[in-house]
């Protein structure tokens, strides 16, 4: 059973349409998938990422599959979230965990899923995942960790 929280996932299909808009405008990521596809270097890696989860973003996650990595992605901004692309990312395989609007404790849960899934590799664009990853290794407290580690 895949694991993902979207708002819809009914909404695949459209979030697939902007996608592939997305796709045909982004020539380098494009070749890049392509090496991927050959070369498959990121075999048996775990990608954790907290990112925008736009259809740009989606492109991304989508070469990084293609280079044969796993992918646990969460939202960097809760009012950024495209919920077509974030219900696409789940119906291909994605580990997602974003809607738009999430609340407080919505955030921090999907920040503690994707760190359920042991990344091997975070991209994070707001910082979020990763000084969850130092505030958990150092024992710190916050109201943030402790939803966080409620999922883990």
């Not at 293609?66 to 901004?77: F, M, Q, T």
């Not at 077509?84 to 503690?112: H, Q, T």
Request: hydrophobic letters at 45%.
């Amino acid at each position: 059973m895949m694991d993902y929280k979207v708002k819809d996932i009914a909404l695949a299909e459209k979030g697939s349409n902007l996608v592939r808009w997305a796709r045909d405008h982004m020539p380098v990521l494009a070749e890049i998938k392509r090496r991927f596809h050959q070369e498959k270097p990121l075999a048996g890696l775990v990608i954790g990422a907290c990112l925008h989860v736009t259809k740009e973003t989606a492109v991304l996650v989508e070469t990084l599959l293609e280079g044969g990595a796993k992918v646990a992605l969460c939202a960097s901004n809760p009012l950024s979230t495209q919920d077509e692309v974030a219900a696409y990312l789940a119906s291909i395989g994605v580990n997602v965990y974003a809607w738009r609007g999430m609340d407080f404790n919505g955030y921090y849960e999907a920040i503690g899923n994707v760190l359920s899934k042991s990344p091997d590799i975070t991209i994070d664009d707001g910082a979020d995942l990763v000084s969850t990853l130092h505030k958990l290794k150092y024992a710190e407290s916050s109201k943030e960790v402790d939803v966080v580690r409620r999922v883990l």
